[in-house]
């Protein structure tokens, strides 16, 4: 039998999936984000553009002179992500171009400096998918605390001792403030639940007019876990009412995933290092424990999210193994 001689090209034309992200980029190994943005790109398919504020994942796709992108790719600065990705929505649509766009940027990118450009992308009406990686801190320059940083979590800018016990503060509630601006589409994904994340990239490019995802995304490096932890780090913090998926139109809740059997969120605190301080000798650490607990209850009572009999569609029924996005001609 003669055997199929197979070149990288041809390898790749077989492959039954379209991916925006190849493999080979530079990133830490199991970094949520980059699982993240292979998800994202896989579900949009390849008629987008993308506008990618600095931050991790432009560094590590795109080391110069190598891309890791297979689609259209610009870096924006820091700030201005969605700005960017507006000028590029603007001037398709003069062009009577259907392509879409998204904007992609960590949470400082989005919490934090990228939130004017953000509030006014959304404010206009832009038809932007804007894609939030949201890994809890500034990675990229070495894990300092970010708007969207838990409280009690440590970073570099925000240690534990003495004087605290990590992060004082409390993580910004995103979510809302995006709702405030009224738009279509909003919500809340995670890497642990690949089908409802690109469900919802899906959901968010159809929509016409500005949409947001938050996607939580495990930082091994900066959240201190193996590598081999990232998803069930990521699902602990869905199952415990830390991190709800959520969907929003409008301003209105219209869909979350509910929680089967709610998990302690010491269970998913504990495994990793920027909560280590909580689990030690300090008699501040009960106090810090009891409040994080009671940010779970609070979401899982505000957004109803307790399932009553085991449903397809909660955090242990929802596909958490498929792999694999829709096949592109
Ligand atoms: C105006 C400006 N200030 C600071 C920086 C340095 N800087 C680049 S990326 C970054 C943090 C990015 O954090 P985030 O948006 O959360 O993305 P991550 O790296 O965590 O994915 C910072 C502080 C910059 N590039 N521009
Ligand atoms: S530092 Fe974190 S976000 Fe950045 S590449 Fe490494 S794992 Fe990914
Ligand atoms: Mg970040």
Known sequence: MQATMHTLATLRQQQPRFRGLEAGHRACQGCGE???ARLVTEAAGPDVMIANATGCLEVFTTPY???????????????????VAAGIEAALKQQQRATKVLAFAGDGGTFDIGFQALSGMMERGHDVLFVCYDNEAY??????RSGSTPHAAMTTTSPSGKARMGKRHMKKDILSIISAHHIPYAATASVAYPS?????????????GPSFLQVHVPCPLGWGHSGALTVEIARLAVQSGLFPLLEMERGEVVGTMPIRTPRPVADYLRLQGRFGHLFGEDHRARKELEHLQALANRNIERFALRGSTPERYDTEGADTVHRGGDRWA
Do not use: I
């Not at 990675?139 to 300092?144: F, I, K, P």
């Not at 409802?196 to 016409?208: I, M, P, S």
């Open 139 to 144: 990675m990229n320059t070495g894990v300092q």
């Open 34 to 36: 980059a699982l993240a």
């Open 65 to 83: 002179p190598h891309s890791a992108w297979r689609l259209p790719w610009v870096h924006a600065v820091f700030g201005n992500a969605a700005a």
């Open 196 to 208: 409802d994340l690109r469900k919802k990239v899906r959901r968010g490019l159809l929509t016409e």
